[in-house]
Each structure stands twice: as structure tokens, then as C-alpha cells.
């Protein structure tokens, strides 16, 4: 189900076009015809709730709405019984995330995270390269992405406007701030606003940064520090540098990762031949470097190894994330990207809100994950969760 289909939309569509879409749910019908129109045996609602309380037959859930949203429908769906997908971030904020992972733990029911490159061959080579030693041990890794792609920066927020008919504006705003409507805020643009969105990092940091949490075996960084263009109490900043840095785990030896948002690319390396660009995700070994698009996409030596020889392959390769969300269900198992693997991601991403909230405070934040806590700046600790308008919860 979907409360915003430019969310959903035709590519999530066609990816469970394998699967029996039973209902629908969406705030604007008049704005999701164009995907209402292809399932017309399907049951329609505006509200997932009613959607949820009426049909006991429905399985799973797919939710497709802006990030403020994710986790109290996902909860919704999970207490009773339906096995969830949820599109990237997992949830707004790291108390949600959290809560959602639990929720899953205690329900048993199958989860999964939309995440596409988790599931895919670039992603795995990666992890392989790394962990076999391909260019020895790692230090530093920069991430970065063209995005935003919509309104961020220092702009006032948009005048109210009259609620049109065909918009049930009360649940599109679910647990967020009670604040006029204006269509500006809606359909995409939500992405940049802080009561919705959580920015270019919350649209992109799960398809680059899944694969080094992954191949570098990182938990929790223990500092994160944030530079940004100007933001104020709306919007996100056009564009940031964030640093986070993780302890050493095992024999592996602490990690600095820098992103960047905006456009902002991290300096070229000496290394990189003429004539290749370079890609969204760089890893700088002691033995050498690596390179890989968004969503973990075919991974590239710099520089180049001719008759390089991959690693063995040792990871399992399951299906798209669509469809081993679908077979998990029937088969009685974890899919590849369970809340479980994907709240440490999305925690990791959320943290980059927190530090841009914090950076006023000129403070390099020490995090303390198994409390949930900034430890040297109280202030911060803020930002970890917010009041529901009333009539929410979890």
C-alpha cells in the first residue's frame, strides 16, 4: 500500500507484478489514477488503517510514502500480522528505526527494506574484493551523490492553501507538526523538508553506503561531524560534508568515511587514469583502490590490474529484493535485507541529520550507540526523536 505513488509508483509496480495486489490505499486518488487505473479488481482506500482493519486477507504490506510515515504504518501493519516492505530510509528517526526492528523480532514477521542494491552482483563483488584482501586494508572511504534533486536550502516554507477535496491531507500528514497544506510540499518535494524528508542522504546513502557497511564489517561510528550550505527551520541544506568515523572491529583497523552531497565529489586520486570518471563510492586501501557507482554497481580497480583475477565467489546471490521479499514470505524465512541488517544502515544515515542539526555547536559528536545517546552534546540528543501530533503513534 502507498500513500504517495510517485513513491510506489510504476517501477515498484512492475517489480511485485509477480505477487496478487489485493488493495491499494493512497491520500490522493486523483493523483495516483494513472496506478489505481492498472488494478481495477484491486480494493481502493485513503486511509491505511481502514485499509488494514478491514482486510484480513491481505499478507504484505508495501509501503511507498515519505519518510515522516514509514514507521507508523509499517508498525501498524506489523502488530497486525502482515509481513513488511518498506522503501528506503526504514523510518524517519533513529528511536522509529529501532522500534521497528524490535517490532519485527517480536511479530515474526518477514521485512525487508527497499534497497535494491543489496541484492545485486556489484554490491557482493565488492564485499568480496575487500574482504579478500584485494586492496589490503582500508582506512578511508568517500561517498557522495548528485542529489538533491528538489527544493533544499535556505527558503521559507510555503504559504497554506486551501485542502482540495481529492486529498486526504490529515493522513498524508500522519505524525508530523499540524501545518497548512500547499502542493509544494507534497510529491517529491517532501524530501527536503525536515518534517518529511531527511534529505539527499535519506534518498541516496542506502544505495552507496550499504556496501562498505558491509564490506568493512562497520557497526556504529563513534564520531560524526557535519559542515553544511545554509538550512534553516524547514529545509535541509543544499548541499553537506559529513565525516563519520568507526572504531577498529577485529583485524580490521578504524575507518574515516566522508559524504558529500550536492554534486561536491571528493578530490580525484593520483591514481585514477585519464579518461574515468570517478564513480559514487571510492575505497582507499593500503594495496590500492576501488571504485563503484550507486547501488553497489560494478566495482572497478584504479588502477587498473590487467589479468586481474577476481576472488572466489562466497556470498550467496539471492533474488531482486522484490522478489526475495516475496519468495521469503512463502518459504518461511529472513529476506536478504531484514530489518535486522537494514536499521544498522539507516541508523548510520540518520546519524548525518543529526550532525547537520548539531553543527551550530562547532562540535565533532561522540556517539554512544548502545545508549542511543551523544554524549558530548545534550542538545543533540534532541534529534533522535520528536512528538507525534495527536492521535499518533507507534
Same mark, same amino acid.
Not at 550499504?210 to 564520531?223: F, H, R, S, V
Given at each position: 500500500a502507498s500513500d !504517495? $505513488?510517485?513513491?510506489?509508483?510504476?517501477?515498484?509496480?512492475?517489480?511485485?507484478?509477480?505477487? !496478487? @495486489?489485493? &488493495?491499494l490505499c493512497d491520500?490522493?486518488?486523483? %493523483?495516483? +489514477? #494513472? @496506478? /489505481?487505473?492498472? %488494478?481495477?479488481k484491486a480494493k481502493k482506500y485513503t486511509d491505511f488503517r481502514e485499509m488494514i482493519d478491514k482486510e484480513k486477507e491481505i499478507d504484505a504490506v508495501l509501503i511507498g510514502t515519505p519518510d515522516h510515515t514509514h514507521a507508523v504504518i509499517a508498525a501498524y501493519a506489523m502488530k497486525a500480522g502482515k509481513h513488511v516492505f518498506v522503501e528506503k530510509p526504514m523510518a524517519k528517526t533513529i528511536y522509529e528505526t529501532r522500534f521497528l526492528r524490535d517490532l519485527a523480532k517480536q511479530t515474526g514477521v518477514v521485512t525487508q527494506m527497499g534497497n535494491q542494491g543489496h541484492n545485486i552482483e556489484g554490491t557482493m563483488q565488492t564485499v568480496e574484493w575487500i574482504q579478500g584482501g584485494v586492496i589490503g586494508d582500508v582506512r578511508e572511504v568517500h561517498l557522495w551523490t548528485n542529489r538533491p534533486m528538489w527544493r533544499q536550502g535556505y527558503f521559507d516554507r510555503p504559504a497554506g492553501v486551501d485542502i482540495p477535496s481529492n486529498l486526504n491531507y490529515d493522513v498524508w500528514l500522519g505524525p508530523a507538526p499540524d501545518k497548512p497544506y500547499n502542493p509544494e510540499m507534497l510529491h517529491?518535494?517532501?524530501? +527536503? /523538508?525536515?518534517d518529511y524528508g531527511t534529505g539527499a542522504m535519506g534518498d541516496m546513502g542506502a544505495h552507496t553506503f550499504?556496501? $562498505? @557497511?558491509?564490506? /568493512? !564489517? /562497520?557497526?556504529?561510528?563513534?564520531?560524526i561531524q557535519a559542515t553544511s550550505t545554509p538550512y534553516n527551520k524547514d529545509y535541509l541544506p543544499q548541499s553537506e560534508c559529513v565525516t563519520y568515523e568507526f572504531p577498529a572491529r577485529g583485524n580490521m583497523p578504524p575507518v574515516k568515511v566522508t559524504w558529500s552531497d550536492g554534486g561536491i565529489k571528493p578530490a580525484r586520486p593520483a591514481e585514477l587514469e585519464p579518461n574515468r570518471q570517478l564513480r559514487e563510492a571510492l575505497y582507499i586501501g593500503d594495496k590500492g583502490l576501488i571504485m563503484h557507482g550507486t #547501488?553497489? &554497481?560494478e566495482p572497478q580497480l584504479i588502477p587498473e590490474r590487467p589479468g586481474f583475477v577476481a576472488p572466489e565467489k562466497t556470498l550467496k546471490r539471492p533474488s531482486n529484493i522484490y522478489v526475495d521479499f516475496i519468495e521469503a514470505i512463502k518459504e518461511g524465512r529472513k529476506a536478504a535485507n531484514d530489518f535486522e541488517v537494514s536499521a544498522k544502515l539507516t541508523e548510520i544515515m540518520l546519524l548525518t541529520n543529526i550532525a547537520v542539526a548539531a553543527q551550530r555547536l562547532d562540535l565533532t559528536l561522540e556517539y554512544d550507540a548502545e545508549n542511543m545517546r551523544i554524549t558530548n552534546c545534550p542538545e543533540a540528543n534532541d534529534y533522535f526523536h520528536y512528538e507525534y501530533r495527536k492521535g499518533w503513534s507507534l
Open positions: !504517495n $505513488p510517485v513513491q510506489m509508483g510504476d517501477a515498484e509496480k512492475q517489480s511485485f507484478k509477480h505477487a !496478487n @495486489i489485493y &488493495a491520500v490522493d486518488h486523483d %493523483y495516483s +489514477g #494513472h @496506478i /489505481l487505473a492498472g %488494478y481495477p517529491f518535494a517532501w524530501r +527536503g /523538508l525536515w550499504d556496501a $562498505p @557497511i558491509w564490506a /568493512l !564489517n /562497520l557497526g556504529m561510528p563513534t564520531k #547501488h553497489g &554497481a
